[in-house]
C-alpha cells in the first residue's frame, strides 16, 4: 500500500536470493473510497505505479492481486493490512501443497541473500513446527526522531520478549508480519487467518501457538523499515507518530515483578488443578472473564494436570497476557527507566552490564543521546538473540500447549 519507492528493492532482495524454488504473490490494496477522496489521489496513483511495476514482470511465479484499483478496493468491514494478508495467504493455499511454506513479507522489508534458503533449511529441520517468528532489526535513518522513535519500541518489544522467555511463557514471540513463516499443512489446521484491521500478525501467531511450537531462532534476519506510518490502527508506525510526540503510554516497560506474577502462577498450577487459589492472575481472571472461579471449569473439563495446564494457557493466553501487565501497571508508579534498570540489576551479571559501557543509572529515554539508546538496543538484542538460540536447542518437535 502506497510504497512504489520500497517495492523494487523488495524485489531486488528477491531475485537476488540463493535459493530460487519459490512464487510471489502480492497484494496492492487500499480501500475503495479512497478513489474518491482528493487527500489519498497520491496513494492512489502511487498503488497504480506498483501495480504498473508489479506487471511489468513477466513471469508465471509472480502473481499480482488488484484490490487497489477502481472497482476492485476493499469495502465494507473487509479492508486493512490484516485482510490483505488473509487474501495472499489464502490465495497461496488454493494451490500450494501441504508442505510448503508461506513466507510473509511487506514492502519495506530487506532480506539478505540466503534468508529464505535459511527459513527453507529451517522447516526441514523440524517439520512439525506450525510457525517461524524470525529474527528481525530495524534499520536507522537519517530522520533522528524516527530513530529515536523506533529505538525506543525496539527496547520495549525485547525487554518484553525476554521477560517472556525469562518465565518460559508459551507466548514468548515478537509477531511482526514482515518477519513470519509457517508450512501450508499448520496454516490448514488452524482454519487460516482471522483478519484483523491492526495486530493480525500477533493474533495469527498466538492461533498457531496454541496448535503447536513456534521456532524463534533463525540463521538470518529480517530488517524491516524504520518510519512513521499511520496504516494501522497499532503496530510499529503508530507506536513511532505516538512516540515522537512524547506519548509511550502504551508501550511501557512493564515491572519484572508483574513477570514474576505470572511465573509463579505458572509455577501453581498443579494446586490450581486441585483447588483455585488466589494469586495476581486468578483475580485478574475472575474481572476479565465475570466469572467468580475461572479455573473451575478447566478443573471440571479436563481430568490430567496435563490437559488441564494446557487449557489454562488457552485462557490465558498471549492477549490476556497483555491485559493483565496493563492493567497491573496501572497501579505501579516506577518509570521506564527504573524498570529496564531493575531488570539489568537483577537478571543480568554485573560484569556483564558494566562492560556494555551503558550508565543504566542515567540512561534516558527523553533526553540521552540516540548513541546510548542504540547501545541499550543492542545490548538487549544480543541477550535476545542468545535466549532464541537457546530456545532452539530446547526444541524437541511440535508441542501443543
Known amino acids: 500500500m502506497d510504497e512504489p519507492d520500497l517495492l523494487p528493492r523488495l524485489l531486488d532482495c528477491l531475485a537476488c536470493q540463493s535459493y530460487r524454488q519459490f512464487k510471489l504473490f502480492v497484494c496492492v490494496n487500499q480501500?475503495?473510497?479512497?478513489?474518491?477522496?482528493?487527500?489519498?489521489?497520491?496513494?492512489?496513483?502511487?498503488?497504480?505505479?506498483?501495480?504498473?511495476?508489479?506487471?511489468?514482470?513477466?513471469?508465471?511465479?509472480?502473481?499480482?492481486?488488484?484490490?487497489?484499483?477502481?472497482?476492485?478496493?476493499?469495502?465494507?468491514?473487509?479492508?486493512?493490512?490484516?485482510?490483505?494478508?488473509?487474501t495472499v495467504m489464502d490465495h497461496i493455499n488454493k494451490t500450494a501443497g501441504r508442505g510448503d511454506?508461506?513466507?510473509?513479507?511487506?514492502?519495506d522489508t530487506v532480506v539478505p541473500t540466503d534468508y529464505l534458503l535459511s527459513v527453507a533449511r529451517n522447516f526441514r529441520e523440524h517439520p512439525d513446527a506450525v510457525a517461524l517468528a524470525a529474527p528481525y532489526f530495524h534499520r536507522t535513518t537519517p530522520d533522528v526522531d524516527a530513530n529515536r522513535a523506533i529505538l525506543r519500541y525496539e527496547i520495549y518489544?525485547?525487554?518484553?520478549?525476554?521477560?517472556?522467555?525469562?518465565?518460559?511463557?508459551?507466548?514468548?514471540?515478537?509477531?511482526?508480519?514482515?518477519?513470519?513463516?509457517?508450512?501450508?499443512?499448520?496454516?490448514?489446521?488452524?482454519?487460516?487467518?482471522?483478519?484483523?484491521?491492526?495486530?493480525?500478525?500477533?493474533?495469527?501467531?498466538?492461533?498457531?501457538?496454541?496448535?503447536?511450537?513456534?521456532?524463534?531462532?533463525?540463521?538470518?534476519?529480517?530488517?524491516?523499515?524504520?518510519?512513521?506510518?499511520?496504516?494501522?490502527?497499532?503496530?510499529?508506525g503508530p507506536a513511532m507518530i505516538r512516540g515522537a510526540k512524547g506519548d509511550w503510554n502504551s508501550y511501557p516497560l512493564y515491572p519484572v515483578d508483574l513477570f514474576d506474577e505470572i511465573e509463579e502462577t505458572y509455577r501453581l498450577?498443579?494446586?490450581?488443578?486441585?483447588e483455585t487459589i488466589l494469586t495476581p492472575v486468578t483475580n485478574f481472571m475472575m474481572a476479565a472473564f465475570g466469572e467468580k472461579d475461572p479455573i473451575l471449569p478447566l478443573r471440571l473439563n479436563?481430568?490430567?494436570?496435563?490437559?488441564?495446564?494446557?487449557?489454562?494457557?488457552?485462557?490465558?493466553?498471549?492477549?490476556?497476557?497483555?491485559?493483565?501487565?496493563?492493567?497491573?501497571?496501572?497501579?505501579?508508579?516506577?518509570?521506564?527507566?527504573?524498570?529496564?534498570?531493575?531488570?539489568?540489576?537483577?537478571?543480568?551479571?554485573?560484569?556483564?552490564?558494566a562492560a556494555s559501557g551503558i550508565h543504566w543509572d542515567?540512561?534516558?529515554?527523553?533526553?540521552?543521546?540516540?548513541?546510548?539508546?542504540?547501545?541499550?538496543?543492542?545490548?538487549?538484542?544480543?541477550k535476545e538473540m542468545e535466549a532464541r538460540a537457546i530456545s532452539a536447542l530446547q526444541l524437541p518437535g511440535r508441542q501443543p500447549l
Open 362 to 382: 542515567t540512561f534516558s529515554f527523553s533526553t540521552s543521546p540516540q548513541p546510548a539508546l542504540e547501545a541499550v538496543r543492542h545490548f538487549l538484542f544480543n
Open 31 to 86: 480501500p475503495e473510497s479512497w478513489q474518491n477522496d482528493p487527500g489519498k489521489k497520491e496513494a492512489c496513483e502511487n498503488n497504480a505505479a506498483s501495480l504498473r511495476m508489479l506487471h511489468e514482470i513477466h513471469s508465471p511465479d509472480v502473481t499480482v492481486i488488484d484490490h487497489a484499483s477502481k472497482g476492485r478496493g476493499w469495502t465494507g468491514k473487509r479492508h486493512g493490512v490484516g485482510w490483505a494478508r488473509k
Open 157 to 236: 518489544m525485547r525487554y518484553y520478549l525476554l521477560n517472556l522467555l525469562r518465565i518460559c511463557s508459551p507466548y514468548a514471540f515478537t509477531a511482526l508480519g514482515s518477519a513470519m513463516a509457517l508450512p501450508v499443512w499448520a496454516y490448514r489446521a488452524i482454519g487460516g487467518m482471522t483478519p484483523k484491521l491492526s495486530g493480525e500478525d500477533f493474533y495469527f501467531l498466538q492461533k498457531l501457538r496454541k496448535y503447536g511450537s513456534i521456532l524463534l531462532w533463525n540463521d538470518e534476519m529480517v530488517y524491516p523499515e524504520a518510519r512513521f506510518s499511520d496504516r494501522v490502527f497499532f503496530g510499529t
Open 269 to 274: 498450577l498443579p494446586v490450581l488443578y486441585r
Open 101 to 107: 511454506i508461506i513466507l510473509s513479507l511487506d514492502a
Open 302 to 353: 479436563h481430568k490430567d494436570p496435563d490437559h488441564f495446564a494446557r487449557a489454562f494457557h488457552e485462557k490465558f493466553d498471549g492477549l490476556r497476557i497483555l491485559q493483565f501487565l496493563k492493567s497491573s501497571d496501572e497501579k505501579c508508579h516506577a518509570t521506564d527507566e527504573e524498570n529496564l534498570q531493575d531488570y539489568i540489576t537483577r537478571f543480568i551479571p554485573a560484569e556483564e552490564s
